[in-house]
């Protein structure tokens, strides 16, 4: 079976996007897998599948798998790549679409100066949403922060939903910070029943952090869309920060509004097509 596909990359986390309504495609975990593998395969953080809508209120349905096969609710570098690569490939003329995810509907918007934003919704904090088990953390005194024992340590995180589970952490030092041992350890935590990503926040002033995130399923990526959004709502509540919000990821900046309460979430960032290719699957 061959498909074809694009490479994309928002701020350097990077995508196998293909186009699931010109041509079929039906992909196993093994499958997603061997893709994202950067010797063997075309490489990449996510794979990001494009299909016909089944509500009659959305243009689109949005699909995402990450590198080790599991699919996953909610990429927000994906999906400012998802408007783009829609837009490029003529399958709209919209340059603002409605969008179906496991996690629900979004709206990116292709932005006049070539930026994409995206609408991600209002962040949840109810435990049930993220998922997260609060018995299996001890409560800290920051709102929505809890402390985790990790390998005997205590580990304070702030734990919210972006459409998917995150918990970020404040560190003096991005540079120094064990993104790659600690994260993995917070990502197969107890309290997570899903799993979750993991951001590492550095505060630089009231509207600018520098951010790590390791990513459940990928490792460490070069930037995290919902991870983005999850510190910069996590600064906002602990009263750290103020919107909007410069995150500087290893990949390149985004931006961040929320104006708080059950306001939606804003990220606008690049969307960037790196080449067009044929696979044999």
Not at 25 to 36: D, G, H, I, K, N
Not at 59 to 73: L, P
């Amino acid at each position: 079976m061959k498909l074809n596909f694009t490479k994309m990359q928002g701020a350097g986390n990077d995508f196998v996007v293909f186009d699931g309504i010109r041509q079929r495609v039906a992909l196993t975990p093994a499958q997603c897998r061997a893709l994202a593998d950067r010797h063997f395969g075309i490489g990449c953080d996510q794979i990001l599948l494009v299909e016909a809508a089944t509500r009659p209120d959305c243009d689109f349905r949005y699909r995402i798998f990450n590198a080790d096969g599991g699919e996953v609710q909610q990429c927000g570098n994906g999906a400012r790549c998802f408007v783009r690569f829609v837009h490029e490939q003529g399958l709209t003329p919209k340059r603002s679409i409605r969008v179906e995810t496991v996690a629900g509907v979004i709206e990116p918007r292709l932005e006049d100066d070539g930026r994409v934003t995206v609408d991600m919704g209002p962040p949840r904090f109810a435990p049930a949403d993220v998922p997260f088990l609060p018995e299996r953390a001890a409560p800290a005194t920051l709102p929505h922060s809890h402390v985790l024992d990790v390998a005997g340590e205590p580990v304070e995180v702030s734990v919210l939903s972006m459409g998917n589970p995150h918990a970020v952490r404040v560190v003096c030092n991005v540079d120094t910070a064990p993104v790659r041992e600690l994260g993995a350890r917070i990502e197969q935590h107890p309290a997570f029943p899903e799993r979750v990503n993991v951001g590492f926040m550095q505060v630089l002033h009231r509207r600018e952090i520098a951010l790590r995130v390791f990513e459940r399923g990928a490792g460490e990526t070069l930037a995290c869309g919902t991870g983005a959004c999850a510190a910069a709502v996590a600064g906002i509540v602990r009263g750290l920060l103020d919107s909007p919000v410069t995150v500087h990821a290893r990949g390149g900046d985004l931006s961040i509004r929320w104006d708080g309460g059950a306001g939606h979430v804003l990220l606008t960032g690049p969307a960037v097509t790196v080449f067009h290719g044929e696979i044999e699957i």
